[in-house]
């Protein structure tokens, strides 16, 4: 990090992770001073990871959409909530992917990150069921389905529990309804891989090489980014983009190290030691 001869500020982070949609994007719509945000992280050498609970797509997609905006990233540095997914499923299996039945409610764009698991079929018998962003794909049928092959023993992981998101025509239910509706029906606790999960924050230091007091998040979603950021120790600085709405931050306990309108404002906060609005 630049210092210019002076004493650096101790609370000055080295680490930024960064949320995608409604931090940085809103659909295919880069926001104001995101682009210049990320070029000021870069000068200052302050290393960045992008997470992001978003399931439709895999990382490698997400990194394209990501260039496709005019942003350059490397895989390594993309953490979703599909590559979490993943991760878990490959340790809970043993090394057996080929032996373990996984229903897969998901997109078909994000099923490519999953091919060597066996996905059962017209059956309802599974060791594990994954519940992503499958859209209006939801229906009566296919919950009873699924709340049967929980009931028959198969483990629920909810890519992540978002209750709502911010696309182009505004706010829509995420999955965590359903995730608690199934938790409610089954009497069985989600294993929940994405944001605020503590593990995916760990991941991501882990991949920097810091530690969480030298990190800060920045997110729209007070509960998944901000709650779970600092329940992991990493300080958190929510966004008035996006999903947020007007009193977030009092939902947050601790509070936000910081509320900022825009992205564009990132600098000048951590620049003033992110003392806060």
């Known amino acids: 990090m630049e210092t210019n001869g002076e004493t650096p500020d ?3 982070p080295r680490g930024v992770l960064l949320d995608l949609d409604g931090v940085l994007y809103v659909g295919d719509r880069l926001l104001p001073g995101a682009r210049e945000t990320l070029e000021w992280l870069e000068a200052r050498g302050i290393q960045r990871r992008f997470l992001t609970n978003t399931s439709t797509k895999s990382v490698g997609e997400l990194v394209e959409k990501l260039k496709g905006l005019g942003i350059g990233v490397e895989e390594g540095e993309v953490f979703s909530a599909v590559s979490a997914t993943r991760a878990y499923l490959e340790e809970a299996c043993g090394g ?12 078909d764009a994000a099923k490519a990150d999953f091919a ?3 996905e059962p079929e017209g059956t309802e018998e599974a060791d594990f069921v994954v519940v992503g962003d499958i859209g209006a794909a939801w229906s009566y049928d296919l919950l009873n389905r699924v709340f049967r092959m929980i009931m028959n023993g198969a483990c629920l992981v909810a890519m992540h529990r978002n209750r709502y998101w911010e696309g182009d025509d505004g706010l829509r239910m995420d999955i965590g309804a359903f995730v608690a509706g199934l938790e409610y029906v089954t009497g069985k606790k989600a294993v929940v891989v994405g ?3 503590e593990a995916f924050f760990g991941l991501a230091l882990s991949s920097m090489g810091l530690e969480k007091e030298e990190v800060v998040m920045v997110g729209d979603d007070v509960s998944s980014d901000i709650g779970g950021s600092q329940a992991a120790g990493v300080r958190g600085v929510l966004v008035r983009t996006g999903k947020y709405r007007e009193g977030d931050e009092s ?16 600098p000048d906060c951590i620049e003033s030691g992110l003392g806060g609005e």
């Not at 939902?251 to 990132?266: G, M, N, Q």
């Open 10 to 12: 101790p609370s000055a």
């Open 96 to 107: 057996n992917p080929g032996k373990t039945r996984v229903a897969l409610l998901i997109r």
């Open 251 to 266: 939902e947050s306990d601790p509070p936000p190290a910081a509320v900022i309108d825009s992205i564009a404002d990132l």
């Open 195 to 197: 944001k605020p999960s």
């Open 116 to 118: 060597d698991f066996a």
